[in-house]
């Protein structure tokens, strides 16, 4: 019986000792006592009116009202490359069947998350017509992800291959859209703001950090001792620094740096800061993974003609960024949790534009909704990028390949 | 007679390294050349070539809260003084909280109690998905200001929390143990903090804490089960097993983990700034306001947090030493 076996594990569980049980009903009675405090006061004395009234201002800023559906667009393409990814990824499986790929932990959360993405607009409070648009955007990626599902395997695979690149093309589409240029009104960068500055600088940074944390890595594995060295400085200079100090040099002596006039705006000095810190930190996983591939793998693959820079890309490099997969993903986190720091330096990104809406007179002492609310949208997107880390390893993981 | 072939000198595997590191080192050369050039210049365009004179001038600020008499007659070099000392008592007090939290948590994971297992999973993974500047802000605004003063503090047995600050019972003069009390509508007690302080300290340990416990549960875990199972069959209890046979065992998996953890908390209380407590970074960006000594305020704040680091690696290497099992 079903609710036998439930009680049999409870007991088993909660209740196995005297000692345990007390325990357990002390803790179960604190919780109990925490989640009706929480729900009173969210549902009683919290005044949600602040997030509500300020939806626009949390997600893009300043930016000029009559150029949003610039951003409209960008968001609704994103919904159609998602759904095409994803239905052409569920259409050609790799063999990888025979693990768990969504393990109990990570089923709970995508639910939490899939719920919280539906009731979002309505605990937000949108106008209908913004409503509309988000559900429309869902419908647009779910059609798109069922018809990839349905007819992607009959795609030949040439075209296959080149799906991938939608997403750069898109990047770069998705950078004009947004400030302008190519017969668009220019945007400046001090305009935009918001979840779309957090998502800017994060993507940007974690794109471009990439590649010279693997080229960093690279270098301080080599044997010629000058690439070595300066690896080794470049590294452990930036990870010996606070972040914090790392923008307040970005700000403050960049300008010195560069002949007059050449320093970049202040949004995109802190981009390439982040950029850099980021690249340290993802040097030190991949270096990690490159030592765990073992050194035969290299003299199999030289051994095999291949030059150094082939046997890198096609031998060394593959099975090295794969170990290194969970430790990289888990410094992109780290940036975009760090990106709040941007707030310390005056620009206004998710916790900027929060602290301008509790300076509002109309909005004083509205400290509790406003962090909590940041930080169920943070803890969402953390966890949707561990999420999707996990499930990657678990697609890459060639254990799960049929033999 | 035919041409012997030969490589040509630029294909050669004694020279290309040669080449290469020549190549990246002429780049790498010309960028720090023209850097620096441009940062003399600039410098002198606006009169701030690197002088340390003005950290003998007064300060004329004053630093909320120091270990150290501290006036804003004093000079700078003796406000960045208080600023490292308020940092270094941030950091310590810190590594201690945090080891002891992220431990507790960490061996929660091998508890034969559901709930608690449970309970500590959601904490880890709570707290390591929201940036800690948030949680900062969160504990100070939302937290630690919504007490209040006189009567209406909460009060707890020997711990009071209360808008002007964090009052704990201590030993007074002549080893008497004295808790907080209300003098005229004052709270007065031997140990106080300052709200700042305890925010700061509150978001650093939970954070930081939450690692500590993934490094102590991955420690654990490379104990092989026979351990446990052997400890268990001797009849000791969970707690002694753990605190006699695995722990020890794990230490030497878990101290290189900590010493990364201990290093990101003390990069991490610069944050300080955030919710107003004096600490190094926040003694530093005053001094540059006034000063305007820029390229000065960044190397000093460089050195202070290397040399933090550093120290804080050399301890954690010399217990890594002491923690290795030593076969005989």
């Known amino acids: 019986m079903a609710a036998n076996s439930l009680l049999a594990s409870l007991r088993r569980e909660l209740f196995a000792s005297r000692g345990d049980a007390l325990l357990s009903a002390g803790l179960l009675a604190l919780i109990a006592a925490a989640a009706i405090g929480l729900l009173r006061w969210a549902f009683g004395q919290a005044q949600w009116v602040v997030i509500q009234a300020n939806t626009t201002l949390f997600a893009v800023g300043r930016y000029p009202l009559d150029q949003q559906w610039r951003l409209w667009l960008l968001v609704a393409l994103l919904a159609l490359a998602t759904g095409l990814s994803w239905g052409l990824l569920r259409a050609n499986p790799r063999g990888d069947r025979s693990g768990v790929l969504w393990p109990a932990n990570d089923r709970i959360a995508v639910a939490v998350l899939a719920f919280l993405t539906a009731w979002a607009p309505a605990a937000l409070r949108l106008a209908l017509p913004l409503q509309l648009r988000w559900w429309g955007i869902t419908a647009l990626l779910l059609a798109l992800r069922w018809a990839a599902g349905r007819w992607g395997r009959r795609l030949p695979p040439q075209l296959l291959r080149?799906?991938?690149?939608?997403?750069?093309?898109?990047?770069?589409?998705?950078?004009?859209?947004?400030?302008?240029?190519?017969?668009?009104?220019?945007?400046?960068?001090?305009?935009?703001?918001?979840?779309?500055?957090?998502?800017?600088?994060?993507?940007?940074?974690?794109?471009?950090?990439?590649?010279?944390?693997?080229?960093?890595?690279?270098?301080?594995?080599?044997?010629?001792?000058?690439?070595?060295?300066?690896?080794?400085?470049?590294?452990?200079?930036?990870?010996?620094?606070?972040?914090?100090?790392?923008?307040?040099?970005?700000?403050?002596i960049l300008g010195f740096l560069l002949p007059g006039g050449l320093a970049p705006d202040r949004v995109w000095r802190a981009a390439w800061v982040l950029t850099f810190f980021c690249g340290a930190y993802v040097a030190e996983a991949v270096r990690a993974g490159l030592a765990s591939v073992p050194g035969g793998q290299q003299e199999a693959a030289r051994s095999l003609g291949l030059s150094v820079p082939q046997s890198l890309q096609h031998v060394v490099l593959p099975q090295a960024l794969r170990i290194a997969l969970p430790a990289t993903v888990g410094q992109f986190i780290s940036l975009l949790q760090d990106t709040t720091l941007l707030s310390l330096i005056g620009l206004l990104e998710l916790l900027g534009t929060a602290r301008t809406v509790m300076a509002n007179p109309d909005f004083l002492g509205k400290n509790a909704e406003v962090y909590l609310t940041l930080a169920v949208l943070f803890w969402c997107c953390c966890a949707a990028l561990g999420l999707g880390s996990r499930a990657l390893e678990r697609r890459l993981d060639p254990s799960h390949f049929p033999a | 007679m035919p041409e012997p072939r030969t490589i040509p000198w630029w294909r050669d595997r004694r020279v290309v390294p040669w080449l290469v590191q020549g190549g990246v080192a002429l780049v790498v050369l010309v960028?720090?050349?023209?850097?620096?050039?441009?940062?003399?210049?600039?410098?002198?365009?606006?009169?701030?070539?690197?002088?340390?004179?003005?950290?003998?001038?007064?300060?004329?600020?004053?630093?909320?809260?120091?270990?150290?008499?501290?006036?804003?007659?004093?000079?700078?070099?003796?406000?960045?003084?208080?600023?490292?000392?308020?940092?270094?008592?941030?950091?310590?007090?810190?590594?201690?909280?945090?080891?002891?939290?992220?431990?507790?948590?960490?061996?929660?994971?091998?508890?034969?109690?559901?709930?608690?297992?449970?309970?500590?999973?959601?904490?880890?993974?709570?707290?390591?998905?929201?940036?800690?500047?948030?949680?900062?802000?969160?504990?100070?605004?939302?937290?630690?200001?919504?007490?209040?003063?006189?009567?209406?503090?909460?009060?707890?047995?020997?711990?009071?929390?209360?808008?002007?600050?964090?009052?704990?019972?201590?030993?007074?003069?002549?080893?008497?143990?004295?808790?907080?009390?209300?003098?005229?509508?004052?709270?007065?007690?031997?140990?106080?903090?300052?709200?700042?302080?305890?925010?700061?300290?509150?978001?650093?340990?939970?954070?930081?804490?939450?690692?500590?416990?993934?490094?102590?549960?991955?420690?654990?875990?490379?104990?092989?089960?026979g351990q446990w199972e052997a400890a268990t069959s001797l009849g000791l209890h969970w707690g002694a097993s753990m605190r006699t046979v695995v722990l020890p065992q794990a230490l030497p998996v878990i101290i290189p983990g900590l010493n990364s953890q201990y290093i990101s908390l003390a990069k991490n209380s610069a944050l300080a700034v955030a919710v107003g407590y004096a600490d190094l970074y926040s003694v530093a960006e005053t001094t540059l306001n006034q000063t305007g000594r820029a390229l000065e305020v960044f190397l000093l704040l460089l050195g202070a947090y290397l040399v933090i680091d550093l120290l804080i690696s050399l301890v954690m290497n010399g217990l890594n030493q002491l923690v290795q099992i030593r076969e005989r």
């Open chain 1, 162 to 252: 080149w799906v991938p690149l939608i997403w750069p093309l898109l990047y770069l589409l998705g950078m004009v859209l947004i400030s302008g240029g190519l017969g668009l009104i220019r945007v400046p960068p001090s305009e935009w703001g918001g979840l779309l500055l957090t998502v800017l600088m994060a993507s940007f940074a974690i794109l471009a950090s990439f590649p010279l944390g693997v080229l960093m890595a690279l270098g301080r594995r080599s044997e010629l001792p000058l690439l070595r060295w300066g690896s080794v400085l470049y590294i452990e200079f930036i990870r010996g620094a606070p972040l914090i100090t790392l923008l307040f040099l970005g700000q403050n």
């Open chain 2, 31 to 225: 960028v720090i050349a023209l850097l620096l050039g441009n940062l003399v210049r600039n410098l002198t365009a606006a009169g701030l070539l690197l002088s340390w004179r003005w950290l003998g001038q007064p300060a004329s600020f004053d630093v909320a809260e120091s270990l150290i008499p501290f006036d804003a007659a004093m000079p700078y070099w003796r406000a960045l003084l208080v600023g490292l000392v308020n940092s270094l008592r941030a950091i310590l007090i810190g590594l201690v909280g945090a080891t002891l939290l992220g431990t507790a948590v960490g061996m929660a994971a091998y508890s034969g109690n559901g709930l608690v297992r449970r309970l500590g999973r959601v904490y880890v993974e709570v707290i390591r998905n929201i940036p800690l500047l948030l949680q900062l802000l969160f504990w100070y605004f939302v937290v630690f200001l919504s007490f209040r003063n006189g009567t209406e503090a909460l009060q707890l047995p020997g711990i009071v929390l209360a808008k002007s600050g964090l009052y704990l019972a201590w030993f007074a003069e002549g080893w008497r143990w004295q808790g907080p009390a209300l003098v005229n509508g004052v709270w007065q007690a031997p140990w106080r903090f300052s709200v700042e302080f305890a925010a700061l300290l509150t978001g650093l340990i939970t954070y930081t804490g939450a690692f500590v416990a993934e490094v102590v549960r991955g420690g654990i875990a490379a104990v092989p089960r």
